[in-house]
């Protein structure tokens, strides 16, 4: 099997190394790394490699919106987001603007690895991945919601589960194929129909109701 090139993408060199010494060896070669998201960007201009390994937290053009302009660019580049944090809202974000997959840090080599291998093939991220656990209840219809006093339709439950994950409009609309005004829409009914003051009341009423 052809080693994968790889390019990461972190704002510390530290990291970077560290994270170019952990994957060394037969499987994985790491053909270029940047500093910042432009950085990043450009070293995609040039030449693209198998995966990419994109710092969700950034100073400059932070991972998520380099992932929305890579995406738009180069809609079939596989890319693993890295974090330091298991957060909901970056993972449910990332999986809004069509990452691959998501690992920590902190993780195996192996897990590395799988990650990156699920990716370059096509392959769904494994049972394990924070990814695909978010990913999933996202897509949920709705109709598996517990039964709840307030009459919410099953696309409203679908958005007031994004909403709680810290999703904006746009990339619920994302997520959903959707349009950022039917979002709106349905954000209103919702704030309506719970009587909540706004979305950060709606998304604790969603984790209280089960939802989130």
């Known amino acids: 099997m052809k080693s994968l ?5 972190d704002d510390h060199e530290v990291v970077r190394s560290g994270i170019a010494s952990l994957l060394s ?53 596989p890319i ?18 069509g990452a691959n997959d998501y690992v920590l840090k902190g993780d195996s080599r192996s897990v590395f690895l799988d990650a990156l291998t699920r990716a370059a093939s096509g392959e769904e991220p494994s049972t394990d991945s924070l990814l695909r656990k978010i990913g999933d209840a996202m897509s949920q219809s709705g109709k598996e ?3 709840m006093d307030v009459p919410l339709t099953a ?20 997520s959903l194929n959707i349009s950022v005004e039917t979002v709106k829409e349905h954000v209103q009914n919702i704030l309506r129909k719970l009587n909540a003051a706004d979305r950060t009341d709606a998304a604790v009423r969603a984790v209280k109701m089960g939802l989130a």
Request: no cysteine.
């Open 80 to 97: 693993v987001m890295v974090s330091t944090y298991d957060n909901p809202t970056y993972i449910a974000r990332s999986v809004a603007l």
């Open 145 to 147: 919601a517990p039964v």
């Open 5 to 9: 090139d790889v390019v990461i993408i």
């Open 25 to 77: 060896g037969p499987e994985v070669t790491v053909v270029g790394s940047a500093a910042s998201g432009q950085e990043g960007l450009e070293l995609m201009s040039k030449k693209l490699p198998d995966a990419v390994l994109l710092d969700i937290r950034m100073p400059d053009n932070d991972g998520l919106s380099t992932l929305q302009t890579l995406r738009a660019s180069h809609p079939d580049l």
């Open 155 to 174: 696309r409203e439950v679908q958005v007031l589960r994004h909403v709680a994950l810290g999703l904006s409009n746009k990339e619920i609309g994302r």
